[in-house]
């Protein structure tokens, strides 16, 4: 069973900086193409950000590109999420993705298979 495990949430004041983990489990971590997903109170899901699994292809959402670094570590099969210069618009759950399927596009949820149970960043003006 693939399990997706979610770390480095808080509460920070708008100008910080975080930096989310998710550890994978139960599948060949350098098979799997990552990203990381968001859900703000009463809004969609959206993309934040893709990594693939040789680390070639990287994309970001529009509104983190120059603030936000997706990285992963195949040795330790975690992938991570650095965020700096928070906004309080960054307030939401953001969700660890995994999949097997060859270029997913970055941005449709629908092409990941596997989540986490998200973890809650929250940013204070």
């Known amino acids: 069973q693939v399990q997706l495990v979610e770390s480095g949430g808080g509460l920070v004041q708008a100008g910080g900086s975080l930096r989310l983990s998710c550890a994978i489990s139960?599948?060949?971590?350098?098979?799997?193409?990552m990203a990381w997903f968001r859900q703000a109170p009463g809004k969609a899901r959206d993309f934040v950000a893709a990594?693939?699994?040789?680390?070639?292809?990287?994309d970001y959402a529009d509104s983190v590109k120059g603030r936000f670094t997706i990285s992963r570590d195949n040795t330790k099969n975690t992938v991570n999420l650095q965020m700096n210069n928070l906004k309080p618009e960054d307030t939401a759950v953001y969700y660890c993705?995994?999949?097997?399927?060859?270029?997913?596009?970055?941005?449709?949820?629908?092409?990941?298979?596997?989540w986490g149970q998200g973890t809650q960043v929250t940013v204070s003006s």
């Open positions: 993705a995994g999949t097997g399927r060859f270029l997913p596009r970055p941005g449709v949820r629908d092409d990941y298979t596997y």
């Open positions: 139960g599948r060949n971590f350098g098979t799997l193409d």
């Open positions: 990594i693939s699994r040789r680390t070639d292809i990287i």
